[in-house]
């Protein structure tokens, strides 16, 4: 049996190298909370992993040679933003945004994309790596949460305000500066002992309180409180054309739910005529 040849270094190292790629390769195959693909230079997809048919609805042989611009709204296509953000990548070596994306049952999600330049050892563009993730629940409950805030914010007839751990005012809403005089550069950071009288304070009844309501909360809070921010809750999402849903169990806890419209509602005093 004839010896065998030692591999070069030159030869080694090419190995080590082929089988780092490899790895990477089935780890960006395998991962499935992000769609990982990437273009060529004209900006056609290369490859395509789980995360990506998951997320965008394709299969690879259904999608790869495609333009990337099939993902995108027609209006952003016919105003030239597919190629702004090659363009970008080219020119910045990445492109990050969050935007509108198109699945492949024409539904639109909201994504986070990153577009990045691949280079050669020369520096010679070979084409870029595109990251998506879809946002859309996320974006979907921050919007819930800015609406709720913004009625919030606009009731008159209650102190609706947060206090940190420590007792100390968060948030200020026009009821609280109405009914209890202070305005939100005078009261946020204040202790709301401020609220309390000189007796109530010296009994250490703020501290009782919030006590008893960190007790609460660590318990799951089962004994029936008064339900006076569930009636605040419910009123203000009434009054503003919505409905409130609260769902409970033993092992989950408790769900309120809050739909509004899209637009807001005209009681019929303030309808035209």
Same mark, same amino acid.
């Given at each position: 049996?004839?010896?065998?040849?030692?591999?070069?270094?030159?030869?080694?190292?090419?190995?080590?190298?082929?089988?780092?790629?490899?790895? #990477?390769?089935? =780890?960006?195959?395998?991962?499935?909370? +992000?769609?990982?693909?990437?273009?060529?230079?004209?900006?056609?997809?290369?490859?395509?992993?789980?995360?990506?048919?998951?997320?965008?609805? +394709?299969?690879?042989?259904?999608?790869?040679?495609?333009? #990337?611009?099939? #993902? !995108?709204?027609?209006?952003?296509?016919?105003?030239?933003?597919?190629?702004?953000?090659?363009?970008?990548?080219?020119?910045?070596?990445?492109?990050?945004?969050?935007? *509108?994306?198109?699945?492949?049952?024409?539904?639109?999600? *909201?994504?986070?994309?990153?577009?990045?330049?691949?280079?050669?050892?020369?520096?010679?563009?070979?084409?870029?790596?595109?990251?998506?993730?879809?946002?859309?629940?996320?974006?979907?409950?921050?919007?819930?949460?800015?609406?709720?805030?913004?009625?919030?914010?606009?009731?008159?007839? !209650?102190?609706?305000? &947060?206090?940190?751990?420590?007792?100390?005012?968060?948030? *200020?809403?026009?009821?609280?500066?109405?009914?209890?005089? +202070?305005?939100?550069?005078?009261?946020?950071?204040?202790? #709301?002992?401020?609220?309390?009288? %000189?007796?109530?304070?010296?009994?250490?009844?703020?501290?009782?309180? =919030?006590?008893?309501?960190?007790?609460?909360?660590?318990?799951?809070?089962?004994?029936?409180?008064?339900? =006076?921010? =569930? +009636?605040?809750?419910?009123?203000?999402?009434?009054?503003?054309?919505?409905?409130?849903?609260?769902?409970?169990?033993?092992?989950?806890?408790?769900?309120?739910?809050?739909?509004? %419209?899209?637009?807001?509602? &005209?009681?019929?005093?303030?309808? %035209?005529?």
């Amino acid at each position: 049996m004839p010896p065998r040849r030692a591999e070069s270094p030159a030869q080694t190292t090419c190995a080590a190298e082929a089988a780092q790629e490899d790895g #990477f390769r089935l =780890l960006v195959e395998s991962v499935k909370d +992000y769609a990982i693909f990437k273009l060529d230079t004209g900006g056609r997809i290369a490859t395509w992993n789980v995360g990506a048919e998951r997320i965008k609805g +394709y299969n690879a042989d259904e999608i790869i040679g495609k333009h #990337f611009s099939i #993902f !995108y709204p027609p209006e952003d296509v016919a105003a030239g933003k597919t190629e702004r953000e090659l363009e970008i990548a080219t020119r910045e070596g990445r492109f990050e945004e969050e935007g *509108w994306r198109i699945k492949k049952d024409g539904s639109r999600m *909201w994504a986070s994309v990153t577009i990045t330049a691949l280079r050669n050892a020369h520096g010679d563009l070979v084409g870029f790596a595109k990251v998506t993730r879809d946002l859309t629940d996320r974006r979907a409950a921050d919007e819930e949460t800015r609406r709720f805030r913004l009625l919030v914010e606009s009731v008159k007839d !209650y102190a609706i305000f &947060m206090l940190d751990t420590g007792g100390h005012v968060a948030t *200020w809403n026009p009821g609280a500066e109405r009914i209890k005089g +202070y305005r939100p550069d005078e009261i946020i950071g204040k202790h #709301f002992s401020i609220f309390y009288p %000189p007796e109530d304070i010296a009994a250490g009844k703020t501290e009782r309180e =919030l006590d008893r309501r960190s007790q609460q909360d660590t318990r799951s809070s089962r004994r029936a409180g008064l339900g =006076l921010g =569930l +009636y605040i809750s419910k009123e203000v999402t009434l009054a503003h054309g919505g409905d409130i849903t609260v769902r409970s169990t033993m092992t989950e806890g408790t769900t309120f739910q809050v739909t509004l %419209p899209a637009e807001p509602q &005209m009681s019929p005093k303030d309808t %035209p005529p």
